[in-house]
């Protein structure tokens, strides 16, 4: 859709990437770190101060007990940490149960390690979990449950009843979650971060992975990291050695210090649910219909009272005829689903969101 967007001139409202300025301190940061030589190979782990700075936050807010040292590997980003999972616990025939719509990368990573994607469909009303459905898909196959909350693309996010679902079904099993965390900071109306690391007896059997890029506004930079148990990271750094080995280090240098200042990260919510709801205001003057966000940088709109082609034939025609890029949520299951319904990415100047609405206002 990205080339597509780019093709027709059109406002790129598909992919989640924002379009303002990321933090100058931050840029400023990581310019200083490599004019003072921070340019070579740091431990294959990432920077002991940047693992040491993320514990110290996450031990902070999620009340977790994390260890620097054997608990936390800096990776090339969040999609590299759930591949690197993934790569770590899997043999051929293991199951892994993900909820679709689900994040492009779970089952190409699933199948590329010869285990076995059960894709459980969310309720396309709310996007809630249906939890006697996983229950009838858990058997002794079953390797891992993914989660992702906030959830790309639907913008829900988990509750404690949701919590406590997960923990009835893998009590007393070997089952590993991978708890994808990447847009953890990016959530709405003051509702809580429900991390695996608030949770001692699912973090001692949760991979945790998050993103830098989604934190900051740097997606480009690719860098992020994982949280797992020692006797997991270990299996985990086995994959990582001969793949990566070590990332990209003046950023880490920068990294390790801005951490420190965590109204950085704390008013990330507040500042990007304003966009969500410049959004959502003035898509009332459109014929799609909203599906409430919770978090991430996305939110669901509906087209039923528009069109009732299918998503991507949709999609395509609103990138060439109102220059407005978006993304089928069909293309988020293995089996496509057609809801009507697209995803928009409202990380934007509002001067985008501004003209991209204008320009929907005269297609609807
Ligand atoms: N998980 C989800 C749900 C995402 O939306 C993304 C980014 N699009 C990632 C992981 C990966 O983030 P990164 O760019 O750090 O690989």
Redesign the pocket.
């Known amino acids: 859709m990205s080339s597509l967007a780019v093709e027709h001139k059109a406002i790129n409202l598909g992919q989640?990437f924002p379009d303002f300025p990321m933090n100058e301190q931050l840029v400023e940061l990581v310019s200083k770190s490599m004019r003072n030589g921070n340019n070579q190979y740091v431990h294959m782990c990432g920077l002991p101060a940047l693992r040491e700075s993320i514990a110290a936050k996450c031990n902070r807010l999620y009340q977790a007990n994390i260890n620097p040292d054997t608990e936390i590997t800096i990776t090339p980003?969040?999609?590299?940490a759930?591949y690197t999972a993934f790569t770590a616990i899997l043999q051929p025939g293991d199951e892994v149960i993900l909820f679709e719509p689900a994040?492009d990368s779970y089952i190409p990573n699933i199948t590329i390690n010869g285990g076995i994607p059960v894709p459980v469909s969310l309720n396309a009303t709310d996007y809630c979990i249906n939890w006697e459905t996983v229950k009838a898909k858990v058997n002794n196959k079953t390797r891992a449950i993914i989660i992702?909350s906030p959830h790309?693309p639907t913008g829900a996010v988990l509750s404690e009843y949701d919590i406590e679902q997960l923990r009835s079904i893998v009590t007393g099993t070997n089952i590993i979650i991978i708890s994808?965390e990447?847009y953890e900071h990016l959530i709405f109306d003051d509702k809580p971060h429900l991390s695996m690391l608030k949770y001692p007896d699912l973090q001692e059997r949760s991979f945790v992975c998050f993103?830098f890029?989604?934190t900051y506004h740097c997606?480009g930079w690719?860098l992020?990291y994982c949280m797992a148990p020692e006797p997991m990271m270990k299996e985990f750094r086995k994959v990582h050695q001969f793949n990566c080995f070590t990332c990209n280090s003046p950023v880490q240098y920068a990294l390790a210090a801005f951490l420190k200042d965590e109204q950085q990260y704390l008013q990330l919510g507040k500042q990007i649910q304003k966009k969500r709801d410049y959004f959502a205001e003035n898509m009332k003057q459109t014929k799609f219909t909203a599906i409430p966000s919770y978090g991430s940088y996305f939110q669901l709109y509906s087209y039923k009272d528009i069109s009732d082609e299918p998503e991507y034939d949709f999609a395509v025609r609103l990138t060439k005829e109102a220059g407005v890029a978006t993304i089928p949520v069909s293309s988020f299951y293995m089996k496509p689903e057609n809801n009507q319904v697209i995803r928009f990415c409202f990380a934007k100047k509002e001067a985008t969101l501004e003209e991209a609405i204008n320009r929907l206002v005269k297609f609807g």
């Open positions: 989640g980003g969040g999609t590299y759930l994040y992702n790309n994808d990447v993103s890029g989604k997606t690719k992020g």
